[in-house]
């Protein structure tokens, strides 16, 4: 069975050094705070994932993993609304003023219908 040997905090995370039979694996642990405030810097401050991996020492896929939950917490808060790219957003951005230009013809139409009853009474 593993056993806890040692463990220490450093920098927003803790090292555990587990013994498995005589082999030491080292895992780590971050606090949630860390986590957020490496996944703000490469959201909100275009920090690239891997400067920080080298400056803090994380795996590259890590902090992109805590980057897509802190995107999708985000999103979550801001009502179900998804990060989108520029194309996607002008595509969206097309569809609706298409849909605009439709309701706005119906609108023009149904005005038409009420005009004609309002003036022919039976």
């Known amino acids: 069975s593993s056993r ?3 463990g220490h905090a450093l920098a927003g995370f803790v090292i555990l050094y587990l013994t ?3 082999v030491s694996i080292m895992t780590r642990k971050y606090d949630r705070d860390f986590k957020e405030y490496i996944a703000k810097l490469v959201v909100d401050e275009n920090i690239t994932q891997a400067e920080l991996s080298r400056e803090h020492d ?3 896929t890590t902090i992109g993993r805590w980057v897509k939950n802190y995107r999708l917490e985000k999103a979550k808060e801001n009502g179900g609304v998804q990060f989108v790219t520029p194309t996607e957003h002008k595509q969206r951005e097309s569809e609706l003023l298409i849909q605009i230009k439709e309701l706005e013809e119906e609108n023009a139409i149904l005005k038409k ?3 004609i009853f309002m ?3 039976k």
């Open 4 to 6: 806890l040997e040692f």
């Open 58 to 60: 994380v795996p590259s």
């Open 20 to 22: 498995n039979g005589g």
């Open 113 to 115: 219908v009420a005009h």
């Open 119 to 121: 003036k022919d009474p």
